[in-house]
């Protein structure tokens, strides 16, 4: 079996642009920036933390259940009988999908915690294409735009 590349004279010129009404040209993709977080109220101490480096994670008192996003009610049980712990900032990733292209290009990432969270988070610091689900990985904070750090991963 042979193949055969027709290179097919009179098709329709590609990237022919109109001059009249010419959109601007799209800006050069630079390093993602990491936007600043969203902080609300209950999350305060979270975030507080953050900056000393530190991943804190809510347990229930009543049900023993952690979870994350930090609330002030266990989405568990219902209870407001939170309270903070320090996670050890390791887990395995659960999920993950590589977006945007060259030094644009981040992969974003479901991590399960060994305190039994899942986050929605970035891995970073690493070749994407080595990625792969059930592997460890360990915290890592990232400076935002905002005044917080932001919780993220990196291989073991
Ligand atoms: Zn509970």
Same mark, same amino acid.
């Given at each position: ?10 098709a ?26 969203r902080?609300l109220?209950e999350?305060?101490?979270?975030w507080?933390?953050a900056?000393?480096?530190?991943? /804190?994670?809510?347990?229930?008192q &009543?049900c !023993?259940? +952690? ?6 009610? $266990? ?10 712990i ?21 992969? /974003?990432?479901?991590?399960?915690? &060994?305190? !039994?969270? +899942?986050?929605?988070?970035d891995?970073?610091? $690493? ?19 905002g005044?917080?750090p932001?919780p ?5």
């Amino acid at each position: 079996m042979s193949t055969t590349n027709q290179s097919t004279a009179g098709a329709p010129a590609q990237g022919a642009t109109l001059a009249a009404g010419a959109k601007p040209a799209a800006k050069p993709a630079g390093p993602r920036r990491i936007p600043a977080p969203r902080v609300l109220p209950e999350a305060m101490p979270f975030w507080e933390a953050a900056k000393e480096g530190r991943l /804190l994670i809510k347990r229930c008192q &009543d049900c !023993g259940e +952690t979870h994350y996003y930090p609330r002030d009610i $266990c989405p568990h049980c219902m209870s407001s009988n939170t309270g903070w712990i320090d996670a050890k900032g390791e887990g395995t990733i659960y999920s993950f999908s590589t977006m945007g292209k060259d030094e644009a290009r981040y992969t /974003l990432a479901y991590v399960t915690l &060994d305190e !039994g969270v +899942t986050m929605l988070t970035d891995l970073v610091d $690493c070749d994407s294409a080595a990625l792969a689900i059930g592997q460890r990985v360990k915290l890592v904070f990232k400076p935002s735009e905002g005044d917080y750090p932001v919780p993220m991963f990196t291989p073991v």
